[in-house]
């Protein structure tokens, strides 16, 4: 869509992800308004997290008891599930397992299953024969697993084209491959970089990886660093003669927000088993692959970040630099595939075309990673910083939380 002239519209929402969209579609659900402009810098949708991520609708397992994911994880990924569900998208609906690859890290089955049940989640506990039964070649350190029965599997492209697809049906306007704008607060408009100027009643920022610095010129979150860590994938080969036929986890360390190499089955019976993501520092918000977009000065503030975390292990840091921090090496994420199926070999994988990164933020007060959502006021403005895994499963349950923590603020023309 292009613009002539000078615009306005009650809502304009930075970013064209997940949780950008379903803001819209709640705004246009809620009937708030109909007047909405989604600003997208990218030519198409898809291109970032929303478009890269695993496509688990997680079952809200893994949350802090009345954290912000933990409020919206279980009903978003009910939601998202149905809205899938309704439109015949792909979904495979084939449940979690989540094992423990160390006997010390048995407990923490426990912890989850409290967790989950606590934030409305179905758990089970399984002994060995349950857990042989299902995945036959999958390995528990204690013979114990933990069965999320309501974990899905959803292609996540195909869900951002098709909201994208109803929202413009909606009358929600779309303006794509938008770089260089400016943000006039103080006015309540958008300069574009054609000089276009769009005023807005309330503006919700919703850029992800680049959300912090959307922020700034509102005055937001300042004490923000985003540390991004990227997520390459690896696949089983469509020879390998294991196949789990659902999601295997690993027990996750509860200290970072990672949750450790995983198998995730595709949403579509043709496509293969997936092995990652990795967690492991990128050298620029959107460094992709080799030398793309890398950004040095960004890369060498956070390597310094990250040494001081290893050396004051604050929230027992050290231990995801040992585990975690290295898997995008070959023989690491083998061995750590290993801890989960034991058989699985070198010649059964292959490197995936997959990778995305993750928008993680440092907060320098607490000098820890910032484990939850944040959705934060400014001028005529929210701003959703640090939209980390589960944003995608949630995003229709965060949208209705955060406006309704808008809802005050909603100035709206
Ligand atoms: C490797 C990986 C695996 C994951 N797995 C899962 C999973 O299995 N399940 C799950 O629930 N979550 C998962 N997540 C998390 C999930 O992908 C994100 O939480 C979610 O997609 C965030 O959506 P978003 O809309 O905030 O961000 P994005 O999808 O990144 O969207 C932000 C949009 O803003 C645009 N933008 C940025 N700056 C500007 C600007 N200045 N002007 C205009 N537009 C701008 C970008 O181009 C982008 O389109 C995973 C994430 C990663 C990285």
């Given at each position: 869509?292009?613009?002539?002239?000078?615009?306005?519209?009650?809502?304009?929402?930075?970013?064209?992800?997940?949780?950008?969209?379903?803001?819209?579609?709640?705004?246009?659900?809620?009937?708030?308004?109909?007047?909405?402009?989604?600003?997208?810098?990218?030519?198409?949708?898809?291109?970032?997290?929303?478009?890269?991520?695993?496509?688990?609708?997680?079952?809200?397992?893994?949350?802090?008891?009345?954290?912000?994911?933990?409020?919206?994880?279980?009903?978003?990924?009910?939601?998202?599930?149905?809205?899938?569900?309704?439109?015949?998208?792909?979904?495979?609906?084939?449940?979690?397992?989540?094992?423990?690859?160390?006997?010390?890290?048995?407990?923490?089955?426990?912890?989850?299953?409290?967790?989950?049940?606590?934030?409305?989640?179905?758990?089970?506990?399984?002994?060995?024969?349950?857990?042989?039964?299902?995945?036959?070649?999958?390995?528990?350190a204690s013979g114990r697993a933990l069965w999320s029965p309501n974990t899905a599997v959803v292609k996540p492209v195909t869900v951002v084209q098709r909201l994208q697809q109803e929202l413009e049906e909606r009358g929600v306007r779309f303006l794509c491959a938008q770089q260089g704008w400016t943000a006039k607060p103080e006015q309540q408009h958008l300069l574009l970089a054609d000089g276009t100027a769009l005023h807005y009643g309330h503006l919700f920022n919703c850029a992800g990886l680049q959300a912090d610095r959307v922020a700034r010129p509102f005055g937001v979150g300042h004490q923000y660093t985003l540390l991004p860590f990227k997520g390459i994938y690896w696949q089983l080969k469509q020879s390998c003669p294991i196949q789990p036929r659902c999601n295997l986890y690993p027990v996750p360390d509860l200290n970072v927000p990672f949750l450790g190499v995983h198998f995730t089955p595709s949403a579509e019976s043709t496509a293969l088993v997936s092995i990652g993501p990795t967690a492991t520092p990128a050298w620029g918000r959107e460094n992709y692959r080799g030398l793309q977009a890398l950004e040095l000065n960004m890369a060498a503030a956070n390597l310094a970040v990250l040494t001081r975390q290893y050396f004051a292990n604050r929230g027992g840091f050290r231990r995801y630099v040992h585990e975690q921090a290295f898997l995008a090496l070959p023989p690491l994420l083998l061995r750590a595939a290993q801890q989960l199926i034991p058989t699985i070999r070198a010649e059964h994988l292959e490197l995936s075309s997959k990778v995305g990164i993750r928008s993680q933020l440092f907060n320098q007060s607490t000098q820890r990673l910032e484990d939850d959502f944040l959705c934060l006021p400014g001028p005529a403005s929210t701003h959703v910083l640090n939209a980390i895994s589960p944003a995608f499963t949630a995003s229709f349950a965060l949208a209705d939380l955060i406006l309704e923590q808008a809802s005050p603020e909603l100035n709206l023309r």
């Amino acid at each position: 869509m292009r613009l002539i002239g000078d615009h306005s519209c009650d809502v304009i929402i930075i970013g064209g992800g997940m949780v950008g969209l379903s803001l819209a579609h709640q705004l246009l659900e809620r009937k708030i308004t109909r007047s909405i402009m989604v600003l997208e810098k990218e030519p198409e949708l898809g291109r970032h997290s929303s478009g890269r991520n695993s496509g688990v609708l997680h079952a809200g397992i893994y949350y802090k008891p009345g954290s912000l994911k933990a409020r919206v994880c279980v009903a978003g990924g009910r939601r998202l599930r149905a809205w899938v569900e309704e439109r015949g998208l792909p979904l495979n609906p084939c449940g979690k397992v989540i094992v423990p690859p160390r006997l010390d890290l048995d407990s923490q089955l426990d912890v989850l299953a409290e967790r989950g049940l606590a934030n409305g989640a179905v758990v089970e506990l399984w002994d060995e024969s349950n857990l042989r039964q299902f995945i036959p070649e999958a390995r528990s350190a204690s013979g114990r697993a933990l069965w999320s029965p309501n974990t899905a599997v959803v292609k996540p492209v195909t869900v951002v084209q098709r909201l994208q697809q109803e929202l413009e049906e909606r009358g929600v306007r779309f303006l794509c491959a938008q770089q260089g704008w400016t943000a006039k607060p103080e006015q309540q408009h958008l300069l574009l970089a054609d000089g276009t100027a769009l005023h807005y009643g309330h503006l919700f920022n919703c850029a992800g990886l680049q959300a912090d610095r959307v922020a700034r010129p509102f005055g937001v979150g300042h004490q923000y660093t985003l540390l991004p860590f990227k997520g390459i994938y690896w696949q089983l080969k469509q020879s390998c003669p294991i196949q789990p036929r659902c999601n295997l986890y690993p027990v996750p360390d509860l200290n970072v927000p990672f949750l450790g190499v995983h198998f995730t089955p595709s949403a579509e019976s043709t496509a293969l088993v997936s092995i990652g993501p990795t967690a492991t520092p990128a050298w620029g918000r959107e460094n992709y692959r080799g030398l793309q977009a890398l950004e040095l000065n960004m890369a060498a503030a956070n390597l310094a970040v990250l040494t001081r975390q290893y050396f004051a292990n604050r929230g027992g840091f050290r231990r995801y630099v040992h585990e975690q921090a290295f898997l995008a090496l070959p023989p690491l994420l083998l061995r750590a595939a290993q801890q989960l199926i034991p058989t699985i070999r070198a010649e059964h994988l292959e490197l995936s075309s997959k990778v995305g990164i993750r928008s993680q933020l440092f907060n320098q007060s607490t000098q820890r990673l910032e484990d939850d959502f944040l959705c934060l006021p400014g001028p005529a403005s929210t701003h959703v910083l640090n939209a980390i895994s589960p944003a995608f499963t949630a995003s229709f349950a965060l949208a209705d939380l955060i406006l309704e923590q808008a809802s005050p603020e909603l100035n709206l023309r």
